[in-house]
């Protein structure tokens, strides 16, 4: 297990630029974050009694939560969830102690709110690049402000997109 792992994050390498750019973009945009490297050096050195010992405390309390979705009733999902809980006997976990990436607000620069991040192509052999931008707003608890920055996002988007794809010709 630990070896398909190893695989998949020694493959990041190979993955394509814009793949790369939405990975670093998430880690500059969330807490707690780790680079491939980083995981895979401390992936390295888990061994087998370690992770026996860790898991022998792993159920003695936690956080689920489900989604049940599809042709059931809401009795039916109630059950479903229940069966789950009862089956891993979980203690209740305290809000604050519940793991869950937080969004972290992009730094004050001399222009404003925001940065460049540029790195450098893992895969030097790979000719292609990506850009990739996002925007951040101040209200996040309003959904239609949310929906107007997707709006006003794709409406940037797809004249950016056009005029690399067909002005420049780039891939």
């Known amino acids: 297990f630990k070896d398909i792992l190893s695989r998949n994050l020694v493959a990041f390498n190979f993955q394509q630029p814009?793949?790369?750019?939405s990975f670093y973009a998430s880690q500059c945009l969330s807490v707690p974050s780790s680079l491939p490297t980083d995981t895979l050096a401390a992936l390295d050195s888990i061994t087998l009694p370690e992770l026996q010992r860790w898991v022998k405390g792993l159920w003695k309390n936690g956080y689920g939560q489900a989604l049940i979705q599809g042709n059931i009733d809401e009795e039916q999902a109630l059950q479903c969830a229940l069966e789950v809980a009862e089956a891993f006997s979980l203690q209740p976990l305290d809000q604050g102690h519940r793991g869950a990436p937080k969004s972290v607000q992009l730094p004050l620069t001399p222009h404003g709110h925001g940065y460049v991040l540029r790195r450098q192509e893992p895969n030097t052999?790979?000719?292609?690049?990506?850009?990739?931008?996002?925007?951040q707003h101040g209200n996040r608890d309003a959904i239609?402000?949310?929906?107007c920055m997707?709006?006003?996002?794709?409406?940037?988007?797809?004249p950016f997109f056009t005029s690399l794809r067909t002005k420049q010709q780039l891939g």
């Open 18 to 21: 814009y793949q790369h750019a």
């Open 125 to 135: 052999q790979n000719p292609n690049s990506a850009v990739l931008v996002h925007f």
């Open 144 to 147: 239609k402000e949310q929906l």
């Open 150 to 158: 997707e709006v006003l996002g794709s409406m940037v988007g797809n």
